[in-house]
T-cell receptor, first 116, second 108 residues
Framework: GAVVSQHPSRVICKSGTSVKIECRSL??????MFWYRQFPKQSLMLMAT?????????EQGVEKDKFLINHASLTLSTLTVTSAHPEDSSFYIC????????????FGEGSRLTVL | QKEVEQNSGPLSVPEGAIASLNCTYS??????FFWYRQYSGKSPELIMS????GDKEDGRFTAQLNKASQYVSLLIRDSQPSDSATYLC????????FGAGTRLTVKP
């Protein structure tokens, strides 16, 4: 079964509104979670690393004030897309390292955001 | 130079054939290597991991790693139509970097 749960799977919003996406680790604690964005037919692009109890680390070119990340607990990280615009429409995926194997990531189901 | 490079394909093989997927990476210090399968509209799922030079087999899948050549591959034996997906190569050295993916189509 899934070890990382993401919600919502699909969301449609109007331009200028904010959207929150939740990522939960199931039955394990995740001090770190990763947020990726994927445009159609393109690869996963790391947006930021979410750290429990501290500020997220953003990749170059990702606006931290636009993509707010909160890692409030050891099992929950949230990504809020603020003042969304059509160009923010994408597939957003979270992941968390899990298990004994170094570097192995498990992914949430992904959230498809459409901004009208 | 991209950190992780894959041939984007599409790669088309007949059912029952061997599919060969290739990946090169630029960071010589990378230690962990992964293959993920991603169906259209879905998130990636891990199918293989490899950490040392040589081959690693798991069912119909074989991962091959050559650190000297900075090359990792995935072989899928007895390909099935259900194997049709995009295969992502991922390399981990402090954080995970993904290739663009190779789209595989297995024709019945």
């Amino acid at each position: 079964g899934a070890v990382v749960s993401q919600h919502p799977s699909r969301v449609i919003c109007k331009s200028g509104t904010s959207v929150k996406i939740e990522c939960r680790s199931l039955d394990f604690q995740a001090t770190t979670m990763f947020w990726y964005r994927q445009f159609p037919k393109q690869s996963l692009m790391l947006m930021a690393t979410s750290n429990e109890g501290s500020k997220a680390t953003y990749e170059q070119g990702v606006e931290k004030d636009k993509f707010l990340i909160n890692h409030a607990s050891l099992t929950l990280s949230t990504l809020t897309v603020t003042s969304a615009h059509p160009e923010d429409s994408s597939f957003y995926i979270c992941s968390a390292p899990h298990g004994l194997i170094t570097g192995e990531l498990f992914f949430g189901e992904g959230s498809r955001l459409t901004v009208l | 130079q991209k950190e992780v490079e894959q041939n984007s394909g599409p790669l088309s093989v007949p059912e029952g054939a061997i599919a060969s997927l290739n990946c090169t990476y630029s960071d010589r210090g990378s230690q962990s290597f992964f293959w993920y399968r991603q169906y259209s509209g879905k998130s990636p799922e891990l199918i293989m991991s490899i950490y040392s030079n040589g081959d690693k087999e798991d069912g119909r899948f074989t991962a091959q790693l050559n650190k000297a050549s900075q090359y990792v591959s995935l072989l899928i034996r007895d390909s099935q139509p259900s194997d049709s997906a995009t295969y992502l190569c991922a390399v981990n050295n402090n954080d995970m970097r993904f290739g663009a993916g190779t789209r595989l189509t297995v024709k019945p």
